[in-house]
């Protein structure tokens, strides 16, 4: 089983948060990619690229509610040509802060409710990080991904001996 760490960030940390996490994870999969999202679009979850595959939306939040400049093509492409997702497995890494508490993590829930849509399917509780905590994303969320992956691949009856 592969994990394709989708980025959407406007200062780094959702990069820095998926550089951790492939770093930290690999005992768990055959292999971890990490994609900006600058330049992608609804392709990047053709069947041929989502086979045994898991992808890992981490994203911030900025404007108002708003996905990162570099996730704008994608989450728009998600809406203007609409796929049936179903052979798609997700998770979401939502990086926010709750100074903006009408538009905590939005990015992330953004994503979580147009992937849903196109009949993708989440696996877990959409992971929130709070900046104003004071906690490090990057620890955190190394953290929630070791548990949600074994939690996912054991969901999907795969192990990292069969990856
Ligand atoms: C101008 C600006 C707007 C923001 N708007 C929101 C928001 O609406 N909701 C939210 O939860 N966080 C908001 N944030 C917080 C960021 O999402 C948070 O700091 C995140 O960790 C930044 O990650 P990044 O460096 O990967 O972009 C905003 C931050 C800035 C600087």
Redesign the pocket.
């Known amino acids: 089983m592969k994990l394709k760490i989708l980025v959407g960030?406007?200062?780094?940390?959702?990069?820095y948060v998926a550089q951790a996490i492939q770093m930290d994870c690999a005992d768990l999969v055959s292999e971890i990619e990490v994609l900006l999202m600058d330049d992608l679009d609804i392709s990047v979850f053709d069947a041929a690229n989502a086979e045994d595959a898991l992808y890992l939306i981490c994203t911030?939040?900025?404007?108002?509610?708003d996905v990162?400049d570099n996730a704008r093509a994608l989450y728009e492409s998600l809406g203007a040509n609409p796929q049936f997702l179903g052979h798609v497995r997700y998770g979401v890494i939502a990086?926010?802060?709750r100074t903006?508490m009408q538009?905590?993590?939005?990015?992330g829930k953004k994503f979580d409710e147009r992937l849903t849509d196109l009949g993708a399917q989440r696996i877990g509780d959409v992971w929130l990080?709070d900046?104003s905590s004071g906690t490090m994303?990057e620890t955190e969320g190394t953290e929630w991904c070791r548990t949600w992956l074994a939690g996912a691949l054991q969901t999907l009856g795969a192990s990292s001996a069969t990856a």
């Not at 911030?60 to 509610?65: D, L």
């Not at 538009?103 to 990015?107: A, S």
Request: charged letters at 10%.
């Open positions: 960030t406007m200062t780094s940390t959702a990069d911030s939040t900025y404007g108002s509610g990162p990086l926010g802060d903006y538009t905590f993590c939005f990015g990080h900046a994303p």
